[in-house]
């Protein structure tokens, strides 16, 4: 992917917010760094007033504005829009959490859950086991996909305490039985322990062989670029057993890297190479400043080559069945609506989330790169700076992208993933040997809460890097 930041010394000087020589007071270098990379960079800049170009008169009355809140969460938050229409961005008091995120690597227990809400109810959720992830607190005490929990520490989870309940560092889980459509508390419980962990987000390949056609399947659970040489070799072992399909699991999927994405739609294609995979549209003053000084910058290519330019291993494709469910967010979405215009998407499951809108890391620094940050603090944001469309320019999909063929998770029958007959898959290779639409749809179906990932805000971001 081309890198997003051109001569961003050049651009702080044409559109920074200096106003005159005044100091910034120390205890207000903080509040000042988030007022400034937010006037800059924000997507929705010119919605917010007190982030005009023209609110303070100097640096004075800026200093006079920051005094007023007690911290920098605060003024962040303050210079944000409605949460229903930014969701997604955060401030973090330490980048190294921030940056551990984005990579993969968190303080994790391994256990990546769905929450539903009980069947009648509009408060009380429960949880239920998506997958594990290896070397973990979960894997060591041989937790499978399909467990079934309804509280914490004897708590009842509900929509009002799942989010502090979730998140201690040792938590016990209150085990529970699926019994036709009912959750029963079982009397059992297991205790978790969050650690330090890192997390492939390359989870099974598989491929299967039916008549003359042979199916790979992926699931691929987060766009981490330090992990796209992982990808690159599971595209590699597909390739090398001729595969004529490809099932893409990115059902928990939330998102990550824009150029990561960009690579994944690539390795599924190859075809297209050097064309449109992506437009980014930023806020008003800087999509000018692009537009004027680099206007490639602003598209994102189909490339035949991973960020440390190993070439990548193309399967040519011409359709491709994708897994979707509504925890699909923000790269998995770009990389369905990227491909659209140029091969045929099969999209199985539910809706995805609609998260259309990306982000970026912004240091304390003259040009808010981490190079020459401001060494008295941690704090960094990773506010919405960008809008995604497609080649053709769609990419209004806020209410998520349908899928071609609806099929809810079934938790009587959730089966093991890489399965050739675990549901979902099951239904797209059906799709693939007879064109033919069995779907195992569950009994019982319940409404969508929450995930793991989102407890963690930054899981759900789509992101561009500045250099």
Not at 95 to 116: A, I, K, M, P, W
Not at 196 to 210: D, G, I, K, R
Request: glycine letters at 8%; proline letters at 3%.
């Amino acid at each position: 992917m081309k890198k997003v930041v051109l001569l961003f010394s050049l651009l702080f000087i044409l559109i920074g917010c200096e106003k005159d020589d005044l100091a910034v007071p120390a205890e207000l270098e903080i509040n000042d760094f988030v007022w400034k990379g937010m006037n800059q960079y924000y997507l929705w800049q010119s919605d917010v007033p007190n982030l005009s170009d023209d609110r303070f008169a100097n640096q004075s009355a800026l200093n006079d504005f920051l005094s007023g809140y007690s911290n920098p969460t605060l003024l962040f938050n303050s210079l944000r829009v409605d949460a229903s229409i930014d969701r997604f961005s955060v401030i973090y008091s330490d980048y190294n959490v921030l940056e551990g995120v984005l990579s993969g690597n968190t303080l994790n227990n391994g256990l990546d859950f769905g929450l539903r809400y009980k069947q009648g109810s509009t408060t009380d959720i429960f949880g239920w086991v998506r997958y594990v992830l290896p070397n973990s607190s979960a894997a060591a005490q041989n937790l499978q996909r399909g467990l079934i929990f309804y509280g914490i520490n004897g708590t009842q989870l509900t929509e009002s305490n799942y989010q502090s309940l979730l998140s201690a560092t040792t938590y016990t889980l209150n085990l529970a039985d699926y019994d036709n459509g009912n959750i029963t508390p079982n009397g059992q419980s297991v205790t978790l322990t969050r650690t330090q962990l890192a997390e492939n987000p390359v989870y099974s390949t598989e491929v299967f062989v039916q008549g003359n056609k042979k199916i790979g399947y992926l699931m691929y659970n987060g766009f981490f670029s330090s992990y796209e040489n992982q990808l690159n070799a599971a595209f590699g072992a597909l390739k090398s057993q001729n595969i004529t399909h490809l099932v893409l699991d990115l059902r928990y999927n939330s998102g990550g890297s824009v150029a990561t994405a960009t690579r994944l739609a690539s390795l599924i294609t190859g075809q297209f190479n050097g064309q449109v995979f992506a437009k980014q549209q930023w806020n008003a003053k800087l999509e000018n400043y692009y537009m004027q000084n680099n206007p490639s910058s602003l598209f994102n290519y189909f490339t035949n080559t991973t960020s440390s330019g190993s070439i990548l291993n193309h399967l040519n494709l011409n359709k491709v069945y994708i897994l979707t469910s509504r925890s699909t967010a923000s790269a998995s979405e770009l990389v369905i609506n990227g491909l659209k215009p140029y091969i045929d998407v099969i999209q199985i499951g539910e809706t995805t989330t609609g998260k259309n809108v990306g982000s970026v890391t912004l240091y304390d620094s003259p040009n808010f790169s981490k190079a020459t940050a401001n060494p008295n603090h941690k704090y960094a944001m990773q506010p919405l700076v960008l809008k995604t469309v497609n080649s053709v320019g769609f990419g209004d999909y806020q209410s998520g992208l349908p899928a071609t063929i609806q099929q809810s998770e079934d938790f009587g029958n959730l089966g093991v993933i890489g399965d050739a007959s675990e549901p979902l898959l099951a239904t797209a290779i059906n799709q693939i040997i007879t064109s033919g639409r069995m779907i195992q749809q569950p009994q019982t179906t319940f409404t969508h809460c929450s995930d793991s990932k989102a407890l963690e805000p930054l899981r759900n971001e789509m992101y561009v890097e500045l250099k």
